[in-house]
């Protein structure tokens, strides 16, 4: 690959996914919609869609307000971290053959080192804002996020052990015959929880919990600080959408009539849509609940999953 | 009333001979002037040791008897304060009044022997500067801690225009700004623990979880609940004070607007206690309108507490098509009345209009429409497993507690009491339609849940009811202090005509007495206690509202539970801020 080639493919990449992180906004709102009964955003462009563009400038024309009693370098440096955290774990997927940033062979564990560095956004932003709903927000989101990295790690190593590569385009090409999904089940449905969890949107979204601690870690921040935080949570929903297809159904791969990169995006969408499905239908657990049950419950399931899943890799082997 | 009998004989064992004056009120409700030291030993009596005990502090207010013109032989005072008891086992209200005097008379307090009479106590204190001997925490609670005069003294005047224009002074602007800091230990609140330090999260006044500008100061431990103090009463407009000021009949709309939700249940409850006094009787289909918009409203009332209790929860879609239907309900009810929210459309005697052409068409559309959406409603919320796990076993409290704490309406009910005032003690025709009172056992966020799921069941029953019967006949009756006055009696001679343009211009001249209603409203039991002097306004009105005394109990029943936990309870509570505060 060239280095033109190259610059290409990670200019285009960042372009495409900072669009539909931002154009998630108007899928998110009308979808929403759609399920609640209402229009949702319509007025702004053909659908409503130039409501992408009124937030946006919105938000840059917004006060850039920092409190005075808030910790200001940490202030401005928690939102970046969310952005580029996930940004950074968009490297290692494989979008189709040949497109990748970084074809690394140690990928799964680059993502988990990543999505674990996201966690840093949420303490220091609440830390720094110096604000009692946002302490709790981020008190509450560390120990969620450290809870189900555990998870996450844990439930992705049925994978590895079958394709026996942490990298994800082996990872990718070892479904050729079938999806992980089938033979991971429990693996899946385990990252799926912890995806949510991670990336913390409703029914987890605890360290926010609009009705309880308003706005929670973010509670102080205006403009486009927010606006990262905001981009980073839409970022972090395509990344795990991402994972999933890449890691359990097939990544690119799909019948021929469609060009690998539409089957990819097509599954990406589809995930997508499932994460707004489920805020749109489920409560919200208390932070205990969801912390007892992933250490008393999800933890066994995991564990149990990758015994038997190692022992069936030894026999088959064997 | 042998009942009552009985009672009076058993009082007048226990505090001798000559210390009771009993007062003839047209409620029926048995109606005695204790003197003001005996109140105490009364109350203790009544409580514990009668037989068929009031286990129930119902309501505490005081009047400003001042400007009274007809005592009618009643014990002179200058205030009075009135203690309203209730008895389950005997289905039975008692009134206790004291005749203070003085400018700033005193009394002892009863927060001993009921615990909810604290708040009542400071608001009796608040309104008029009575002072309660005893009390533990004799503070202001409606009105700013600045304010100067007690409102519902007759002196403090119930208008801007009488109050000079209104400057904010720089020093007068920080003076308020002090008052408002928070100091933990005004509020009883220690800084430090045993073996922590606490912190105190202020909840509100502008908050998405309070529904309303209501202020909950936690004192946490963690994120679990060491303390909650409630500060309320930024709601409150003076709803009894406007009642002295406006005729009988002008006051329906500001009733509208107490318990904002339940519409012209507000209008009910109030004229329930005006009819009393005038002794006018409804024809019956003034009763089923009333009855069919009412439950009406209970439903739409139980639709918005359904939806906004979910999205406390996190549910975000279940409002949606909650306010949906409610929409429905409120299309019938503009197609009935004309107005959505606060229809303002009892009148004295009946209501304002005969029901429009096609007004069944309408409500029977709903009445098929609504059953399978409450089935719907039950599946998606209710029995979701998450939503089980964020109330069963949360702000449980006991049917003695309840009592104790003056809890009415779904609250009690979902403490196994079977206890409505529609069934025991019907009022507007009540005792003529079929329905069950929905009843669950553990007192909990998810019992009191369930209860009002059944109840918009049992509501649309009462609709159906309605539909079916509609009795042919007036919608007003025809007595003379009925509002606006009937017009077909107008013009026979100047005497006629004379009468009817006073009961339009001034209003009805409701005869002296006094009266006190019960109704089960939307959130518990609301009542309105008419005190006319012989005019064309009432003398006092006193507004009993369920949402005060559940307010009050906050603090008891989310103790030890965390923040999550603490929106479950307010949202299973189902208050509504300006029926707190009034």
Redesign the interface.
């Known amino acids: 690959m060239s280095a033109t080639e190259h610059i290409l493919i990670v200019v285009g990449v960042l372009f495409v996914l900072l669009n539909i992180a931002a154009g998630l906004i108007w899928v998110e709102r009308r979808l929403?919609a759609l399920?609640?009964?209402?229009l949702g955003p319509n007025r702004a462009g053909p659908l409503g869609v130039l409501i992408v563009l009124a937030d946006t400038l919105k938000l840059f024309f917004k006060e850039d307000w920092i409190p005075p009693f808030a910790d200001k370098w940490v202030f401005i440096l928690a939102p970046a971290i969310v952005v580029g955290s996930v940004l950074l774990s968009f490297v290692v997927i494989p979008f189709a053959p040949g497109i990748v940033v970084a074809d690394l062979n140690i990928g799964i564990l680059f993502f988990l080192a990543m999505s674990s560095l996201g966690v840093y956004s949420i303490v220091l932003g609440g830390w720094a804002s110096n604000n009692?709903?946002a302490l709790?927000g981020a008190l509450r989101g560390a120990s969620q996020m450290i809870a189900y990295e555990v998870f996450m790690g844990l439930s992705l190593m049925g994978v590895v052990m079958l394709s026996g590569s942490f990298n994800l385009g082996d990872i990718v090409a070892a479904q050729q015959n079938l999806w992980f999904v089938v033979t991971q089940p429990v693996g899946f449905v385990i990252f799926f929880i912890a995806g949510i969890a991670e990336t913390h949107r409703?029914?987890f979204?605890i360290p926010e919990?609009?009705?309880?601690?308003?706005a929670g870690y973010h509670a102080e921040y205006s403009g486009m600080k927010f606006g990262m935080f905001f981009i980073g949570e839409y970022l972090g929903i395509t990344l795990i959408s991402a994972m999933i297809v890449t890691l359990f159904f097939g990544g690119w791969l799909g019948p021929a009539f469609l060009p690998p990169l539409a089957w990819f995006v097509i599954k990406l969408f589809f995930f997508i849509g499932l994460f707004i499905l489920l805020?749109?239908?489920?409560?919200?657990?208390?932070?205990?609940?969801l912390i007892s049950y992933g250490w008393k419950i999800i933890l066994a399931i995991v564990l149990a999953n990758l015994l038997i899943t190692g022992a069936i890799a030894l026999w088959l082997r064997g | 009333m042998d009942d009552a009998d009985s009672i009076l004989q058993q009082l007048q064992q226990q505090l001798g001979v000559g210390s009771l004056y009993q007062q003839q009120t047209v409620d029926d409700i048995l109606t005695l002037w204790v003197s003001k030291e005996k109140i105490i030993p009364a109350i203790q009596f009544l409580k514990t040791a009668a037989a068929g005990p009031f286990k129930m502090l119902y309501d505490l207010f005081g009047i400003d008897e001042r400007n009274r013109n007809r005592y009618n032989g009643l014990p002179m005072a200058d205030f009075t304060v009135v203690y309203v008891l209730f008895s389950f086992e005997q289905n039975c209200f008692i009134k206790l009044k004291v005749a203070l005097r003085g400018e700033y008379p005193s009394i002892a307090s009863i927060c001993s022997i009921f615990k909810n009479a604290n708040w009542y106590e400071r608001e009796v204190y608040d309104m008029f500067g009575i002072r309660f001997d005893g009390h533990p925490h004799l503070t202001r609670i409606l009105m700013p801690l600045t304010w100067e005069g007690h409102p519902l003294r007759k002196e403090h005047p119930a208008r801007a225009t009488e109050m000079g224009p209104f400057q904010l002074r720089d020093e007068y602007q920080d003076r308020q700004q002090e008052a408002l800091r928070f100091k933990p230990e005004d509020w009883g609140l220690l800084e430090h623990g045993d073996d922590a330090d606490f912190?105190f999260?202020?909840i509100g006044p502008q908050?998405?979880?309070t529904h309303g500008v209501l202020r909950i100061i936690l004192q946490l431990n963690g994120?679990d609940i060491v303390d909650a103090v409630p500060e309320i009463g930024f709601h409150h407009r003076g709803a009894e004070k406007m009642a002295e000021r406006q005729s009988w009949h002008t006051y329906i709309p500001y009733t509208d607007r107490v318990d904002y939700l339940g519409g012209v249940m507000n209008n009910l409850a109030y004229l329930q206690s005006v009819e009393k006094l005038a002794g006018i009787e409804l024809p019956d289909r003034a009763l089923v309108i009333r009855v069919m918009l009412c439950e009406l409203f209970r439903i739409a009332s139980h639709l918005v507490w359904f939806g906004t209790f979910?999205?406390?929860?996190?549910?975000?879609?279940p409002v949606?098509?909650m306010f949906?239907d409610r929409e429905k309900i409120f299309d019938i009810v503009e197609a009935i009345c004309g107005g959505r929210m606060h229809p303002n459309w009892f009148r004295i005697g009946g209501v304002a209009q005969d029901l429009p052409n096609g007004w069944q068409q309408l409500v029977q559309h709903f009445v098929d429409y609504f059953p399978p959406k409450i089935r719907e409603y039950e599946k998606m919320?209710i029995r979701?497993s998450?939503?089980k796990?964020?109330t069963k076993g949360i702000g449980i409290y006991t049917l003695e507690e309840a009592i104790e704490w003056g809890v009415t309406g779904p609250g009690l009910r979902a403490c196994g009491l079977e206890w409505d005032w529609r069934k025991k003690r019907p009022y507007s025709g009540y005792d003529m339609f079929e329905f069950d009172i929905p009843v669950a056992q553990h007192g909990d966020c998810f019992d009191r849940a369930l209860v009002r799921v059944e109840e918009m069941r049992q509501s649309l029953r009462i609709v159906k009811q309605c539909l079916e019967n509609m009795p042919a006949g007036d919608y007003k009756s025809s007595h003379p202090l009925t509002t606006p006055p009937l017009k077909k009696f107008t013009m026979q001679d100047i005497e006629t005509l004379i009468t009817h343009f006073l009961n339009v211009s001034w209003g009805p001249v409701i005869p002296a007495g006094e009266a006190m209603s019960c109704i089960e409203a939307t959130k518990g039991a609301n009542s309105y206690y008419c005190i006319s002097d012989g005019s064309t306004a009432a003398y006092r009105v006193r507004i009993r509202t369920p949402s005060f005394p559940h307010m009050q109990m906050v603090p008891y029943i989310s103790k030890g539970y965390?923040?999550?936990?603490?929106?479950s309870i307010l949202g299973s509570i189902d208050f509504v801020l300006a029926d707190i505060d009034r």
């Open positions: 929403l399920w609640q009964d209402r009692k709903y709790l409703l029914p979204d919990a609009e009705s309880e601690l308003i805020r749109a239908s489920l409560p919200r657990p208390r932070y205990d609940q | 912190m999260l202020n908050h998405p979880g994120e979910a999205q406390d929860l996190g549910q975000l879609s949606f098509y949906t919320v979701n998450l939503f796990a964020r965390t923040v999550g936990d603490l929106l």
